[in-house]
């Protein structure tokens, strides 16, 4: 499949702990981006990760690249209860039309106060 | 100033019915998108336009049609509406395809009964 796998499912974590998620995917990425969902909202751009890239960080975010295991991770340190939403890789496929960016199903994250 | 914009946020209608969803971006972006979100958080891209071109149609049924006025706007129309047209419809702009971060507006909810 082209889009970007995102593990696990779920994730539940008490406030004040890290957080961290994987995306995995099969095919050559010009880039790979990762949103986030708030319950009944659109999506928020958080990081975009160049394939000649291995690490970004913005805040609390950190994200990993690896073009050799075709895996991305992020993590999100003293997590919050507002960092309760979805969290989704997306993949802007190499040689693939500039215009379509893939999705995976999220990871969805709970924070417990 | 909202920068992607949607409206309605909620629309119940009919089957059989014919419907449009509206959206606007201010951010002077050229390219425009519309996603499909399904029940399991699933979003796949159905249509991407630049400078008011289609550049992508997801095979997506031909009772969608999108329309693009200007660069700002994107419109969604969909025709004789069926109940697995039911889902989140997400409009997003970008400054030229995906190699960049896209923006996505609050989505609106079509139920169709």
């Known amino acids: 499949s082209q889009q970007g796998e995102e593990d696990p499912q779920a994730l539940s974590i008490q406030e004040g702990e890290n957080a961290t998620m994987n995306c995995s995917y099969k095919?050559?990425?010009?880039?790979l981006q990762w949103y986030r969902q708030n319950s009944g909202r659109g999506l928020v751009h958080l990081i975009l990760i160049r394939s000649n890239e291995r690490e970004k960080h913005s805040g609390r975010l950190r994200v990993t690249l690896d073009t050799s295991k075709k895996s991305s991770s992020l993590l999100i340190t003293a997590s919050r209860a507002a960092d309760t939403a979805s969290y989704f890789c997306a993949l802007k496929l190499r040689g693939s039309n500039d215009y379509k960016l893939s999705f995976g199903a999220g990871t969805t994250v709970t924070v417990r106060a | 100033d909202t920068a992607v914009s949607q409206t309605p946020k909620y629309l119940v209608t009919q089957m059989g019915n014919d419907k449009s969803i509206k959206c606007e971006q201010n951010l002077g972006h050229d390219t425009m998108y519309w996603y499909k979100q399904d029940s399991k958080k699933f979003l796949k891209i159905m249509f991407s336009y630049n400078n008011k071109e289609l550049i992508i149609n997801e095979t997506v049924p031909n009772r969608f049609s999108p329309k693009s006025p200007d660069k700002a706007h994107l419109n969604l129309h969909i025709n004789s509406l069926e109940l697995g047209d039911s889902a989140v419809y997400f409009c997003?702009?970008?400054?030229?395809?995906?190699?960049?971060?896209?923006?996505f507006g609050q989505g609106t909810r079509l139920t169709v009964v």
């Open positions: 095919t050559s990425i010009n880039n």
């Open positions: 997003a702009s970008s400054a030229g395809g995906f190699v960049t971060e896209a923006f």
